[in-house]
């Protein structure tokens, strides 16, 4: 797992993050902010691509099948709250893409979970 490209993007987006909570910025402030964090994660989608292509069969396939279970869960989830959120049964407040965004890689943790268990 290539820890530098994650560290970077994981930091920057903390770093946005902090930055929209704690300043009162302007608008084009606002989008710059937002922005902070494209660069490092195509960073980390390179160099994790690059990490993918050297992995024996065995190492590639958990990692299909970690997308496989995670890809699903997470079109289950947005339609979901998507749905519920339409029924007026939830808040957009508590449930938005700032709020949920971290499940998706938490699926794909656990199908690699998942996975291994199965070839183990």
Do not use: C
Request: charged letters at 10%.
């Amino acid at each position: 797992m290539p820890l530098v490209p994650t560290a970077l993007w994981v930091g920057s987006y903390l770093i946005a993050l902090l930055l929209q909570k704690y300043l009162v910025l302007s608008t084009g402030m606002q989008v710059a902010v937002a922005l902070i964090p494209i660069a490092p994660f195509g960073f980390f989608v390179f160099r994790f691509t690059a990490h993918l292509r050297n992995l024996d069969e065995l190492q590639r396939r958990v990692h299909l099948e970690a997308l496989a279970f995670a890809f699903p869960l997470t079109i289950l989830l947005l339609m979901t709250l998507g749905l519920m959120e339409r029924g007026h049964l939830l808040s957009s407040k508590h449930w938005s893409y700032g709020d949920v965004w971290f499940y998706l890689p938490l699926f794909y943790l656990i199908g690699i979970v998942i996975s291994w268990r199965r070839y183990r």
